[in-house]
């Protein structure tokens, strides 16, 4: 059996020929992988969230689809519809590129909610509702979405209940100016991208998620993951002063996302258990999406990583 460095060494290798840079969003990307989850990428365009994807799913050698989202999108454009046949008069299914081992939301809050709503069933439940009948997704079945800046123009903010389906909300930052500087020095005078080979298959990660649940979490590290989940929540409650931070905190579901995301990024690294480091590490990328600003909050410059921040700080950290 792999060793998670092992694993993530040949993938990230294989990355590297396409993608320069954004070494803590592959990495992420990984452990959603590993985790069964879902992952929203938030960054300005042309920062290569798109290629990255991608450039995952060619090393993966999983079948890719890619759904631009825009405002004449239909739901029937995600997950399929019913096409009637005229030689014997029946209809027919006809699956939506949903049905992909790995699919590319692109811009997702460039649609409306009603279409945004159309991969709710398929993200929870890993099957859609066509005509009446339900069709399961095929194993692995991730859903990596990407968004522009809600302060944008033309954007959709996506509804609480969906995000709340994502185990992470990745930023993604500018290049420094070194990997700038390399792109130009690889890719300047070359218009053809670079061909990313299969190093890896989707039996291979079936697999290796049974050996991330074997990863040892202990009873005070789960209870340290259960009081920041609960912490955010305390920020709800307005102070003597009648100011709160919070309009709702993070749901159930955070505290199962950060439970296996940190269970995945140990195995990842070489570790066989769970240590307050990785979980303080990956807390924000689990949490940043679950809460709630308040109109307060906003006008006193707060940020939902800051206040997860706070929570950290105010947190006491279990001694192994």
Do not use: C
Not at 65 to 93: A, C, H, N, W, Y
Not at 192 to 200: H, R, Y
Not at 266 to 288: K, M, T
Request: glycine share 6%; net charge negative; charged share 20%.
């Amino acid at each position: 059996m792999l060793s998670g460095p092992v694993w993530s060494k040949k993938l990230r290798d294989e990355i590297a020929l396409a993608v320069i840079g954004q070494d803590m969003v592959v990495e992420r990307l990984l452990v959603a992988l590993l985790s069964n989850g879902h992952v929203l990428l938030e960054g300005m365009p042309g920062l290569a969230k798109t290629l990255l994807i991608k450039s995952l799913g060619s090393t993966l050698g999983v079948q890719f689809e890619r759904i631009q989202f825009t405002p004449d999108l239909l739901p029937s454009d995600v997950v399929g519809t019913m096409i009637f046949s005229p030689k014997d008069g029946s209809f027919k299914v006809h699956k939506g590129p949903i049905f992909a081992n790995l699919v590319l939301a692109d811009e997702i809050n460039r649609a409306p909610a009603k279409v945004q709503s159309a991969l709710l069933e398929g993200m929870q439940e890993r099957q859609v509702t066509i005509g009446g009948n339900t069709h399961p997704l095929p194993k692995p079945f991730l859903v990596m979405a990407t968004q522009n800046p809600v302060e944008q123009e033309g954007t959709y903010p996506l509804p609480e209940a969906q995000t709340d389906r994502f185990l992470f909300k990745l930023l993604v930052e500018y290049p420094s100016a070194e990997e700038e500087a390399l792109m130009l020095a690889r890719w300047g005078q070359v218009t053809t991208a670079p061909a990313l080979k299969a190093v890896s298959s989707g039996d291979e990660l079936l697999s290796l998620r049974a050996t991330v649940d074997q990863i040892h979490v202990s009873p005070a590290i789960e209870a340290y993951m259960l009081a920041l989940v609960r912490g955010t929540r305390a920020l709800t409650v307005a102070d003597d002063k009648g100011f709160r931070l919070l309009t709702f905190g993070a749901s159930p579901r955070a505290s199962l996302a950060l439970y296996t995301a940190s269970r995945a990024l140990s195995w990842l690294r070489g570790a066989d258990f769970v240590n307050p480091a990785v979980v303080q590490e990956i807390a924000p990328d689990v949490l940043r999406h679950r809460i709630g600003l308040t109109y307060e909050a906003e006008a006193a410059e707060q940020t939902a990583d800051k206040i997860v921040a706070q929570v950290l700080e105010k947190t006491a950290v279990p001694v192994l």
